[in-house]
């Protein structure tokens, strides 16, 4: 059996541009991409942390240093300049795979820089 489960994510990213009349797409900072070991052309769910919008689209690049997150074509209708986004992409892993499996989480600023990069999330408490 393949488990879906969750291969990177970029954590709070500001959103920098939405526009609609593009090809239908998240463009993302090539830097931010090497971070999270996402790729041009990948699914993504981006998850909006203004307004809790839910949405799936898929990756092209994005000026390498820019800091550039931008929602394109349907995307668009999802987001403001300037919202905080989660985005993920997900992977099919085996059960052997999936025990070893580790994530890139990469922590970003308000203007799209690294603050920090992980493995692992701290397991909530009460």
């Known amino acids: 059996m393949n488990l879906h489960m969750l291969k990177a994510k970029l954590h709070l990213a500001t959103v920098t541009h939405a526009e609609l009349h593009y090809d239908g797409s998240c463009a993302i900072d090539e830097n931010l991409l090497d971070a999270a070991g996402m790729r041009e052309f990948e699914a993504i769910d981006v998850y909006n942390v203004n307004n809790g919008e839910r949405f799936s689209t898929y990756i092209i690049r994005g000026e390498r240093g820019s800091g550039m997150i931008s929602m394109n074509g349907a995307a668009a209708r999802k987001v403001q300049v300037g919202d905080r986004v989660i985005i993920a992409a997900y992977g099919s892993y085996s059960e052997a795979e999936a025990d070893n499996h580790k994530p890139k989480l990469?922590?970003?600023?308000?203007?799209?820089?690294?603050?920090?990069?992980?493995?692992?999330?701290?397991?909530?408490?009460?």
């Open 106 to 126: 990469v922590y970003l600023n308000e203007s799209n820089e690294i603050e920090r990069a992980n493995h692992s999330i701290p397991m909530q408490l009460v």
